[in-house]
């Protein structure tokens, strides 16, 4: 079974704080995905990952970076939190190359920002 | 860029009652289509997926979507629903040449009353 951990399940910071988030997928994808999942928004796209040290902008990359140095591990950063970046992050991996292929998730972070 | 519209956000149902959720999508080239469920405390999952074939796709728990690709449409089915079915659905879109990038819709959280 594919698995994808998040480092944790539940997080509060404060409005300022330098905020790691950590993934790690365990089935050698190529692809790597950070979301952030918000009420009646669905799921945005933060970053993407195709590969070690690449990255693409998703649809809502402001205020967070990502870190991809290796395969398995992509790393969200939010350099400043701010109280509008309190969501539930959830990270993603998958095959590179074949757009057909199923998206596997990760339990997701709930962070709140104060 | 593409866009999914799930037409209803909120749909409550008593259980044996069909299920039909709407997703339409804007696109005009070659696209896989996905549904993703979220059980309540559980991660985020693959439901059915159409890439090719038959547009007519089942998928786990009796779930089955129908792709009309002149109506740009990938409507999700149940002829009778569970009160175990109560989730968050979500449908997704990923052109072939994006990728692996998907575009998701707002969701539809579906409440099955016993």
């Known amino acids: 079974d594919v698995k994808v951990t998040q480092s944790s399940r539940y997080l509060v910071k404060r409005t300022g704080e330098k905020v790691f988030l950590e993934c790690v997928q365990d089935m050698d994808h190529e692809n790597m995905f950070w979301y952030r999942q918000d009420p009646g928004l669905g799921l945005r796209l933060i970053y993407f990952?195709?590969?070690?040290?690449?990255?693409e902008k998703g649809d809502i990359p402001e205020g967070y970076s990502v870190s991809r140095e290796k395969k398995e591990r992509f790393s969200l950063i939010l350099e400043s939190a701010s109280t509008n970046q309190t969501s539930m992050y959830l990270c993603a991996s998958s095959f590179r190359d074949s757009p057909g292929d199923t998206q596997y998730f990760g339990p997701g972070t709930r962070l709140t920002v104060l | 860029a593409q866009s999914v519209s799930q037409h209803n956000h909120h749909v409550i149902l008593s259980e044996a009652a069909s299920l039909e959720l709407g997703c339409n999508y804007s696109?005009?080239?070659?696209?896989?289509l996905f549904w993703y469920v979220q059980y309540p405390g559980q991660h985020l999952q693959l439901l059915l997926k159409y890439f090719s074939g038959d547009p007519l796709v089942k998928g786990i728990k009796g779930f089955e979507a129908e792709f009309i690709k002149s109506k740009f449409s990938f409507n999700l089915r149940k002829p009778s629903v569970q009160w175990s079915d109560t989730a968050e659905y979500f449908c997704a879109v990923n052109p072939d040449t994006n990728a692996g990038k998907s575009t998701f819709g707002d969701g539809t959280t579906l409440t099955v009353k016993p």
């Open positions: 696109y005009g080239g070659t696209v896989n």
């Open positions: 990952s195709y590969d070690v040290k690449m990255k």
